[in-house]
């Protein structure tokens, strides 16, 4: 294996001392000269028509600035993928939080008693909150979409009925994955600012950067060159923190008022108009023969998309599908429908779809493994892809450590010895899943990454990218690959935050593609930058730039070492011979992915594929309900890590929020209303709920990453909720088809059983 | 109606005037700048406002500022004096116990004083003692990793 001398090593993420000493600037912590402060108002039904808004009273309390709705904005109906959104409700709100009106004013509380005193008229309208009752015929329509149906996925390969007739065993089950929400610590927070230039310049926390700012630019009817995005540093998002009309609302504030505008969510409006996890029916058959062979694979979706379509479209299609190039089907029938309803939209959390039916694979996996007598590790190996496949949908699989992510969690976890020595009420479960590392189904313009590479005359090193840094290191990462490019200290190295004036078009951080795409682009840059200052060493040292090499910080000449001179030194050089001019390396890299065929879904959406298989060892309290997580085993085929720490902290961060989605999280809607809007109520894992986690890092080295790395992202959470279901199967000997299996439904279970 | 108030805040006091319904976290963070101290949930629910009230970790979104008149609190600003990190904030950075690093100001806090009150925990302990502490990306292993290294041996 080729050494290297920054790659591959675990670092500190490098902006870890600024946040330890509580000086890295958040968004929510952001103040300039003159800034107002804005909160929304939010509609207290689920579905509603606006008779009338009445501010005059809001308008006059002492500190308001400026009440906005609709009718201060372009009205331009809008979306990242529908244009079912308006920045203000337009004549109906449609769910219990959808933005009305908003006020700015000289602090919070000011804001917050203005919003009290709008007086809006609304007339009630019937609502439907089921995606299934709200396809039925009569039911309310929320957007003009017939049975409220945004989307419809279809998928047929083989002659799935046929394969079903010769399978020896078929499972066919219901599932219910629940709506979850992705409580990142900082709530969504923005500054807009419209400064006097008619210049927009937006402080965002979002994943998104750049797509947010062409969504955003219609949604105010600006052109492009007239906004600008800057990303500080933001708490945290997994998948939630990409287009919101809350930076819209702020947006039109700032331009009533001139002023910049901060505004951040309460937790309480995080929960009711935040972008929790789509909920989804998932209907699934799953056959195969005697020998574990499957065959054939029917599902049938129905995703709740809420009031407005943000992805869950997408969400849905990736449900449907991504999991077929996970195993060896052969016979596919596939049905996958979105649904409007009267609740909050739903959209990304960790996983994108492929954790839902994640869950409903891998559960029926264990159920055919156990009608089969043969163990769900051996099953899971047998019809796993293999590096070099191609997936049935095209997907070219360029590495697989999918086996050796089985083989070494079996091992690290006892896996064999805890099933035969079968304890009363503890058990261990297994489930594997497969990823993407970027998607050409989502980012459907373009795919790729590129990088910006700055070096001024004191040699310091300032990378430029357009994707996202949400708390996972991808900073670090991308120093790290820049680092051990040039041959440089990772501390010669600084990563500018993203701003839209200056940055690369990056698509952004989702699809578990920052490290590949990104990492790949400032790699691409950083060769540029080294290529051009090899070529005025060559001048110095009067050779040519092949004869050099860069190492330790220095330029040597080949094979004499003796003749060298340090990075800064030459970094100097070039700016002086150069008229002043830094070095800026740009760099690129565009995969040859291929967008999906429209009807056969044939294609190959992503350059590289991430592969894992976890293994939970749980203890159910036959009393109380409770089940406790006591071993946790996760490997994962991450291609290579470029840092073993920070991959190791996706995985376990990954794994505690599977472990939170399958026994203690979800929110309780009734009739549209979130009523556990907090986290005293809605419970996350905190310490005592998570054992240690065992990560086992895999690296076959991908032939198209940056140094064979892959994403991490989102395969950390996918198979958690699935690995503890089959857990909780061993030790009861009770299947929960249903998210989350709480103590109540344990109880309820183990009591039906008695009878 | 504004009621004077003396803060003794990382060692330096401070004069205000300010009214009776004010958090510590809102005077901390909009009226002294210390923005280390973040607010995540408002209720005392997630533990990133925590701060050190006479050694003790409070939840200062719970607390009114005139509740802390006189006494001495410590926000993470503190923690790192001279230049130098606190053995806390070297751990953590080392050990990859930040990612977001939105909880990091509260949990360094917690985990401050539960080392200061006992120096000889073990895992489980130091567990038991950060439930008050939300954390949503590091699964809490690096942190209680961090803390871990630095606690006494009792042989």
Not at chain 1, 330 to 353: D, I, M, Q
Request: hydrophobic residues 40%; glycine residues 10%; charged residues 25%.
């Amino acid at each position: 294996m080729v050494k290297y001398s920054v790659v591959g090593h675990s670092v500190p993420q490098i902006d870890a001392n600024e946040k330890a000493r509580g000086v890295a600037e958040f968004v929510s912590d952001l103040q300039f000269p003159g800034m107002l402060y804005g909160k929304i108002l939010r509609s207290p039904h689920p579905h509603a028509r606006i008779l009338h808004i009445d501010p005059s009273k809001a308008r006059s309390l002492k500190g308001v600035k400026a009440i906005v709705t609709a009718d201060d904005t372009p009205k331009i109906p809008f979306g990242p993928r529908t244009e079912d959104w308006n920045i203000f409700a337009v004549e109906k709100v449609r769910f219990i939080g959808d933005e009305v009106a908003a006020v700015a004013a000289i602090d919070e509380d000011t804001a917050e008693e203005a919003l009290d005193l709008i007086r809006v008229e609304y007339e009630e309208l019937p609502s439907v909150f089921d995606p299934i009752e709200a396809m039925q015929p009569g039911a309310p329509l929320i957007h003009d979409k017939e049975r409220n149906i945004v989307s419809e996925f279809k998928l047929n390969k083989g002659d799935v009925d046929r394969a079903f007739q010769e399978c020896d065993v078929v499972h066919s089950d219901r599932y219910y994955t629940n709506q979850v929400y992705q409580a990142y610590l900082e709530p969504m927070a923005c500054v807009a600012h419209f400064e006097p230039t008619g210049k927009l310049t937006l402080y965002l926390a979002t994943q998104i950067p750049s797509m947010t700012r062409v969504t955003y630019a219609k949604a105010l009817g600006l052109p492009l060159e007239k906004i600008r995005v800057v990303v500080p540093y933001y708490g945290g998002a997994f998948g939630a923190k990409m287009e919101t009309n809350l930076h819209l609302a702020a947006a039109v504030l700032s331009q009533k008022t001139g002023k910049p505008i901060r505004m951040v969510n309460s937790r309480e409006e995080d929960f009711m108009a935040g972008n929790p996890r789509v909920p989804m029916y998932i209907d699934l058959k799953v056959g195969a023969r005697k020998d574990g062979t499957l065959v054939g694979k029917e599902v049938r979706i129905i995703g709740g998309s809420g009031a407005r379509a943000v992805y869950s479209m997408a969400i849905v299609a990736t449900a449907c599908y991504r999991v077929d190039s996970l195993y060896r089907f052969e016979h596919l029938r596939t049905e996958g429908l979105t649904v409007y309803t009267n609740t909050v939209p739903t959209s990304c959390f960790r996983g994108f779809g492929n954790a839902q039916m994640t869950f409903a694979l891998e559960s029926s996996l264990d159920m055919i493994a156990g009608d089969l007598n043969m163990d769900p590790a051996e099953l899971r190996i047998r019809n796993g892809l293999k590096t070099g496949e191609v997936s049935i949908h095209g997907w070219q699989i360029g590495s697989s450590g999918l086996e050796e992510c089985v083989r070494k969690a079996v091992e690290a976890s006892g896996w064999e010895e805890r099933r035969q020595e079968k304890r009363f009420a503890r058990g261990v479960g297994l489930a594997c899943c497969n990823h993407v590392s970027g998607n050409r189904a989502f980012s459907r313009e373009f795919d790729g990454g590129a990088g910006i590479v700055r070096i001024g005359r004191e040699g310091k090193v300032l990378v430029y990218h357009g994707e996202s840094d949400m708390g996972q290191g991808q900073r670090t990462v991308f120093a790290q690959i820049v680092a051990e490019e040039l041959g440089v200290a990772l501390d010669r190295i600084e990563v500018a935050p993203v701003d839209t004036d200056i940055s690369p078009f990056g698509l952004g951080s989702f699809a578990t593609r920052g490290t590949v795409f990104g990492g790949n682009g400032v790699k691409a840059a950083a060769q540029d930058a080294k290529r051009q200052i090899l070529e005025v060493a060559a001048e110095v040292f009067e050779t040519i730039p092949s004869e050099l090499e860069a190492r330790g910080g220095k330029i040597y000449v080949k094979d004499e070492p003796k003749r060298n001179l340090s990075f800064e030194k030459v970094a100097e050089i070039c700016l002086l011979r150069r008229g002043g001019s830094p070095v800026v390396g740009t760099g690129f890299w565009a995969p040859d992915t291929v967008l999906p065929d429209p009807v056969t879904k044939y294609g190959n959406v992503a350059p590289a594929y991430p592969f894992a298989c976890q293994i939970a060892e749980v203890e159910v309290d036959t009393e109380t309900g409770h089940v406790n997580v006591i071993q946790y085993t996760a490997a994962h085929d991450v291609g290579r890590a470029i840092n073993p720490q920070t991959t190791e902290g996706q995985i376990h961060g990954g794994v505690t929020q599977g472990i939170g989605w399958a026994l203690m999280e979800d929110m309780v809607v009734e009739k549209g209303k979130v009523l556990n809007p907090d986290f005293r109520d809605y419970v996350i894992p905190g310490p005592l709920d998570i054992p240690p986690i065992k990560s086992i890092l895999v690296e076959p080295v991908d032939p198209n990453g940056p140094f064979g790395a892959k994403g991490i992202g989102e395969p950390a959470l996918n198979p958690s909720p699935a690995a503890v279901a089959n857990a909780i199967y061993h030790a009861i000997g009770v299947r929960f088809t249903e998210l989350p299996i709480t103590p109540e439904k344990i109880l309820k279970a183990l009591k039906e059983r008695q009878k | 109606m504004k009621y004077p108030l003396q803060l003794n805040v990382n060692g330096e006091v401070f004069e205000l005037e300010i009214p009776a319904n004010r958090t510590l976290l809102d005077v901390l963070r909009n009226e002294l700048g210390l923005k280390g101290t973040k607010e995540g949930c408002g209720a005392g629910e997630c533990g990133a406002c925590t701060v050190l009230l006479d050694d003790e970790p409070v939840n200062s979104c719970l607390v009114l500022a005139l509740q802390a008149d006189g006494r001495r609190i410590t926000t993470i600003e503190g923690l790192s004096g001279a230049g130098k990190l606190h053995p806390l904030q070297e751990a953590f950075i080392h050990h990859g116990a930040i990612q977001c690093g939105f909880c990091t100001p509260g949990m360094i806090l917690s985990a401050k004083a539960l080392l200061d009150r006992n120096p000889y925990l073990e895992e489980r302990e130091i567990r038991e003692n950060l439930v008050g502490n939300l954390c949503r990306c590091t699964g809490y292993q690096k942190i209680v990793e961090a803390i871990s290294s630095l606690v006494k041996r009792k042989d």
